[in-house]
């Protein structure tokens, strides 16, 4: 078995990705090519998650996102949304506790108004517990959809510019210098806190998006494994980080 100084001793002179973003894929199919119930498979990923958290804390990482529920997650099973609070429930006093021992912030993203009061609670003890964690900013994307949070953004940005105004009639010139670009409209992004990933990794061989971060992840690498995410320990990301090292990432311009 790899030790972590081998591991460590791999990354020693290769760049660490600043941001990175993970579609956390395969939980199901892991729990079914072992006969188990799928839960038991979200138990896994959940497991494998707290690894990754507390490795990509240790190597430098300063910006970890994952899409752990998405707003199209919801078309699943009650029991299988059950299952997935519940783990969710559960873990995140040890998300807390290990986001304490490794200087680490909490943040999460997405829609929260659709949860109950009592999860939006969590998500909130889950933040302000953490707030003052300056090693990593760990995120968490809950019925979160990329589209969606442009729409919100939209929404954002039209009232903050409507109570600018203070509801008065728009000249042409105001209208002609409303100062919208893309910087000031990442701030009404649900992301403003976080820089855009460097690596995107997408795990279980599938090769989309699936509406996350599609405005963040115009210029990012992606590095899409077969491996199923609760067999995603550090070794593979060590693997992802060694791919992310070999591209050449020019942002649309020549060297
Ligand atoms: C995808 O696997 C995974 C999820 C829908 C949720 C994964 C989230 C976690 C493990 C993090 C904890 C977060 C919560 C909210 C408990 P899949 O079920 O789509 O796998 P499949 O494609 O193989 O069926």
Same mark, same amino acid.
């Given at each position: 078995?790899?030790?972590?100084?081998? $591991? *460590?001793?791999?990354?020693?002179?290769?760049?660490?990705? &600043?941001?990175?973003?993970?579609?956390?894929?395969?939980? %199901?199919?892991?729990?079914?090519?072992?006969?188990?119930?799928?839960?038991?498979?979200?138990?896994?990923?959940?497991? #494998?998650?707290?690894?990754?958290?507390?490795?990509?804390?240790?190597?430098? !990482?300063? *910006?970890?996102?994952? *899409?752990?529920?998405? #707003?199209?997650?919801?078309?699943?099973?009650?029991?299988?949304?059950?299952? +997935?609070?519940?783990?969710?429930?559960?873990?995140?006093?040890?998300? !807390?506790?290990?986001?304490?021992?490794? &200087?680490?912030?909490?943040?999460?993203?997405?829609?929260?108004?659709?949860?109950?009061?009592? @999860?939006?609670?969590?998500?909130?003890?889950?933040?302000?517990?953490?707030?003052? %964690?300056?090693?990593?900013?760990?995120?968490?994307?809950?019925?979160?959809?990329?589209?969606?949070? !442009?729409?919100?953004?939209?929404?954002?940005? $039209?009232?903050?510019?409507?109570?600018?105004?203070?509801?008065?009639?728009?000249?042409?010139?105001?209208?002609?210098? +409303?100062?919208?670009?893309?910087?000031? $409209?990442?701030?009404?992004?649900?992301?403003?806190?976080?820089?855009?990933?460097?690596?995107? !990794?997408?795990?279980?061989?599938?090769?989309?998006?699936?509406?996350? @971060?599609?405005?963040?992840?115009?210029?990012?690498? $992606? *590095?899409?494994?077969?491996?199923?995410?609760?067999?995603?320990?550090?070794?593979?990301?060590?693997?992802?980080?060694?791919?992310?090292?070999?591209?050449?990432?020019?942002?649309?311009?020549?060297?």
């Amino acid at each position: 078995m790899t030790s972590d100084l081998e $591991f *460590y001793d791999r990354l020693k002179d290769l760049k660490i990705p &600043n941001s990175v973003a993970i579609i956390l894929d395969g939980n %199901g199919r892991w729990a079914q090519k072992r006969n188990l119930p799928r839960e038991l498979g979200h138990k896994a990923g959940c497991d #494998t998650l707290e690894e990754i958290i507390d490795y990509a804390s240790k190597i430098g !990482i300063k *910006y970890l996102t994952v *899409y752990a529920f998405s #707003t199209e997650n919801w078309k699943r099973s009650k029991e299988e949304i059950d299952a +997935l609070f519940r783990l969710f429930k559960l873990y995140v006093p040890i998300i !807390i506790d290990n986001a304490h021992k490794n &200087n680490s912030r909490c943040y999460i993203i997405g829609d929260l108004s659709r949860f109950s009061k009592e @999860m939006q609670d969590t998500c909130k003890m889950l933040m302000e517990e953490t707030k003052s %964690g300056t090693n990593m900013v760990f995120t968490m994307a809950l019925n979160y959809g990329g589209r969606d949070e !442009i729409i919100r953004a939209i929404n954002k940005l $039209f009232i903050a510019k409507i109570t600018e105004h203070n509801n008065k009639e728009w000249t042409k010139k105001e209208l002609d210098n +409303l100062d919208i670009t893309e910087d000031s $409209f990442k701030n009404y992004l649900d992301t403003n806190i976080i820089p855009d990933p460097d690596l995107l !990794i997408r795990t279980s061989g599938e090769m989309r998006l699936s509406n996350f @971060m599609p405005w963040q992840l115009a210029y990012t690498e $992606f *590095y899409m494994p077969e491996t199923l995410w609760p067999d995603f320990h550090k070794e593979e990301l060590v693997k992802a980080i060694e791919s992310y090292n070999k591209r050449d990432r020019r942002f649309g311009g020549r060297k």
